[in-house]
T-cell receptor, first 113, second 119 residues
Framework: DSGVTQTPKHLITATGQRVTLRCSPRSGDLSVYWYQQSLDQGLQFLIQYYNGEERAKGNILERFSAQQFPDLHSELNLSSLELGDSALYFC????????????FGPGTRLLVL | AQKVTQAQTEISVVEKEDVTLDCVYETRDTTYYLFWYKQPPSGELVFLIRRNSFDEQNEISGRYSWNFQKSTSSFNFTITASQVVDSAVYFCALSEETDRGSTLGRLYFGRGTQLTVWP
């Protein structure tokens, strides 16, 4: 158990819908990262927050957004969902904002029908 | 260009065989970290090791060992006396120090190597 929790574990929804994925980092970790894992793209970095502020952005679609709250949990919002958004979404946390070891949550498996 | 290349897509071995998973990386930074993660069939990503660019000593942890060679930009992972429970996808990853604006702190992952250990 990495200490990172993610909810829900599975999510099935329809195209055009909006979903929210939630992540709680390990106790004491200030950084939260979001990654998307799909068969064609592999593991891709989406976005990073450090102590409530956005720190780094990857190839995150404009339909996707995230935030980190004062209690350090984070949410990833996916809107106007498309079939191609079906993937495993991971949250990771680390103590540092750079070069720290990232510990991953169990992931949320999203299926868009 | 891929920053991390895992050329072996799939490897199959029989239990008790030794197996080496290859990882080649590309970076212009002098300070960077390399990682290995394991993804078993259940899907979670399990951290195995972190290595910084200034420490080329090989590391051993039980049946696992890692060989870091800056001269060839490789960070290979060997499992000795493999077991069925080692069956998983293994990912090599790179984290760079240089501030590239919007990408600081991210992990660059290879495509992974699917290891199957048969009884």
């Amino acid at each position: 158990d990495s200490g990172v929790t993610q909810t829900p574990k599975h999510l099935i929804t329809a195209t055009g819908q909006r979903v929210t994925l939630r992540c709680s980092p390990r106790s004491g970790d200030l950084s939260v990262y979001w990654y998307q894992q799909s068969l064609d793209q592999g593991l891709q970095f989406l976005i990073q927050y450090y102590n409530g502020e956005e720190r780094a952005k990857g190839n995150i679609l404009e339909r996707f957004s995230a935030q980190q709250f004062p209690d350090l949990h984070s949410e990833l919002n996916l809107s106007s969902l498309e079939l191609g958004d079906s993937a495993l979404y991971f949250c990771a946390s680390s103590a540092a904002d750079v070069l720290g070891t990232q510990y991953f949550g169990p992931g949320t498996r999203l299926l868009v029908l | 260009a891929q920053k991390v290349t895992q050329a072996q897509t799939e490897i199959s071995v029989v239990e008790k065989e030794d197996v080496t998973l290859d990882c080649v990386y590309e970076t212009r930074d002098t300070t960077y970290y390399l990682f290995w993660y394991k993804q078993p069939p259940s899907g979670e990503l399990v951290f195995l090791i972190r290595r910084n660019s200034f420490d080329e000593q090989n590391e051993i942890s039980g049946r696992y060992s890692w060989n870091f060679q800056k001269s060839t930009s490789s960070f290979n992972f060997t499992i000795t006396a493999s077991q069925v429970v080692d069956s998983a996808v293994y990912f090599c990853a790179l984290s760079e120090e240089t501030d590239r604006g919007s990408t600081l702190g991210r992990l660059y992952f290879g495509r992974g190597t699917q290891l199957t250990v048969w009884p």
